[in-house]
């Protein structure tokens, strides 16, 4: 009966968590007070950017109300920087926070609110990144996958200019997907959904299920990827074909 109970009580807390539509970070390790974090599809929430040592606090809304509640570490002593922790809701200001061992501009912290687990790293920027799929050139063919152009003002930023068009005698014809290597793993971006269209997608998540974009008209197209803040955006330029 215990466990039943236990069971209910979690499924209600993720029930609530799925619902929030907005989550802020707060603390002595948050630089500037309280700042509010990315939404993301399915359930996350991320962040991006400098913490200092210290303490940090995820909160349901930027200031401390009767009506605020806190994301809680599980464990004793939490880091943000671990390979997933689960936490829990609770209403008590005093519960203690996540620890941040140093100051560092590269913080990545991704909350789930469905499983309840927060990720969190030290970002190290990507060296290269590829595009592939039926509706490039090359298709699918390994050790082909063209390669994408990093930002010399910021590493995190790759831009990728170029035709993509249905593919011919190839599986997936209209699907692309980007790698970390040229190659299919262990790095790869996707996103969120199956066949999500390529013009107006805004986010994109690391590695999980093979999910793919999809182009609409064939053309040129310019791709523009952060991979530290897991944006996307393509663009279309034209058809690219001259009268």
């Not at 040592?53 to 009506?67: C, D, H, P, R, V």
């Not at 990093?150 to 005698?169: H, I, M, S, Y």
């Not at 999980?208 to 279309?236: H, P, Q, S």
Request: one cysteine or more; aromatic letters at 10%; proline letters at 5%.
């Amino acid at each position: 009966m215990k466990q039943i109970i236990m069971t209910v009580l979690a499924l209600m807390t993720t029930v609530v968590m799925t619902a929030q539509t907005e989550l802020w970070i707060a603390g002595s390790a948050v630089p500037g007070g309280a700042q509010r974090l990315d939404a993301f599809p399915s359930g996350q929430f991320k962040f991006a950017g400098t913490l200092n040592a210290g303490e940090l606090k995820i909160m349901t809304t930027e200031k401390a109300t009767s009506a605020t509640r806190y994301l809680a570490p599980q464990a004793e002593d939490a880091c943000v920087v671990n390979k997933g922790l689960a936490f829990e809701q609770t209403d008590d200001a005093a519960a203690v926070g996540w620890r941040v061992p140093f100051a560092g501009d590269r913080y990545k912290l991704v909350i789930d609110t469905k499983t309840a687990i927060l990720h969190g790293e030290i970002f190290a920027p990507w060296r290269e990144l590829f595009l592939t799929g039926g509706a490039c050139e090359a298709g699918w063919k390994a050790f082909m996958l063209l390669p994408f152009t990093q930002d010399k003002a910021n590493p995190d930023v790759f831009t990728w200019t170029g035709e993509l068009r249905e593919g011919k005698d190839v599986v997936e014809p209209r699907r692309i997907k980007i790698t970390g290597q040229n190659y299919w793993g262990p790095k790869s971006l996707h996103p969120y959904t199956q066949d999500e269209a390529a013009l107006g997608s805004a986010f994109m998540r690391h590695e999980g299920d093979d999910t793919k974009w999809e182009i609409g008209a064939d053309g040129i197209y310019r791709l523009t990827v952060n991979v530290f803040k897991d944006t996307f955006k393509a663009e279309y330029l034209g058809s690219g074909i001259q009268p």
